[in-house]
């Protein structure tokens, strides 16, 4: 399971780090193996919880959320 994180950069630095390396692993794609294949969709299966925990931490951090609107805008912007 994916960690989230307090802030909303900090997952957003995951997503994006993350989505990186599923894309350095999609490299190559018409000659996988079974193996590669299965790799690579685990990754993507990875990449949507990591999309998850950054949807949620965007929701908290606005005034719809849980209250977490009111912390200062350099914890919730990169």
Do not use: C, R, W
Request: charged share 30%; no cysteine; proline share 1%.
């Amino acid at each position: 399971m994916i960690e989230k994180k307090e802030l909303l950069s900090e997952n957003l630095k995951d997503f994006m780090d993350y989505s990186l390396e599923v894309m350095n692993s999609m490299d190559g794609a018409a000659d996988h193996n079974p193996n590669e294949i299965e790799m690579v969709n685990d990754k993507i299966d990875n990449l949507k919880e990591y999309l998850d925990n950054l949807k949620a931490s965007y929701n908290e951090h606005t005034q719809y959320g849980s209250g977490s609107a009111q912390a200062d805008i350099s914890d919730i912007v990169l």
